[in-house]
Every structure is written in C-alpha cells, then in structure tokens.
C-alpha cells in the first residue's frame, strides 16, 4: 500500500500559478497528475517515472511541468497560464509499474481543488 498527500491547491486568477505537491509513504515507480470535474472522467495531467521520463496531456503541454524529488518519494505539478478549464480537482497518483499510471493497481491522492477565475 502507498498513501499519497496532496498540498497546493486553491483559487487563482487566470494567467496565474500554483504549484501542487504531492508526497508518497515509499519509493514508487511512476507518480503523476489527473484532474476531474464533475460529471467527467478523471484524465491524466502528466506522469514522470524514477528515471525522469515525462508525459502531458495535449491541453497543458508548455503551461504545466511535472518533476519529482525521489529522495524525498515526491512529486510535483507547476502550472503556469492558468485558464478557467483548468478548474478542477487534481489527483495524485501512482504506480509500482511502467504504465499503471491510473489503472486498478495505481494509487490515489485524496484530491485537491484548483479553481481558476476569470
């Protein structure tokens, strides 16, 4: 088991930052990001594994950046150029396994409200 917890979310004007954070209770794999709004599904952000290697949904790509500190078994999303669609509640989560990002097997943050006013 992995308990994942959140920090870093709350009210921003659009164009603004936040940066969330996110720390595990052991070394894992693969950590990353989804985001959920209400009546959605949850997808994901962006994922980084131990060795660095990242990915981003198409919508954040150049605004947000995903880093890891694995000594410390943490993760981190800054987000830059905030709009109002990024509004929702961002996940942690993470895996043991190349991939497991978001499946069955991965773990989950409580979730973190980000709001983006206009």
């Known amino acids: 088991q992995v308990q994942l917890v959140e920090s870093g979310g709350g009210l921003v004007q659009a164009g603004g930052s936040l940066r969330l954070s996110c720390s595990a209770s052991?070394?894992?794999?693969?950590m990353g990001w989804f985001r959920q709004t209400p009546g959605k599904q949850r997808d994901l952000v962006a994922g980084i594994n131990s060795g660095g290697r990242v990915n981003y949904a198409d919508s954040v790509k150049g605004r947000f950046t995903v880093s890891r500190d694995n000594a410390k078994n943490a993760v981190y999303l800054q987000m830059n150029s905030l709009n109002v669609e990024d509004t929702a509640v961002y996940y942690c989560n993470a895996a043991d396994h190349p991939g497991g990002l978001g499946t069955l097997l991965s773990y989950w943050g409580q979730g973190t409200q980000v709001t983006v006013s206009s």
């Open positions: 052991r070394s894992i794999f693969t």
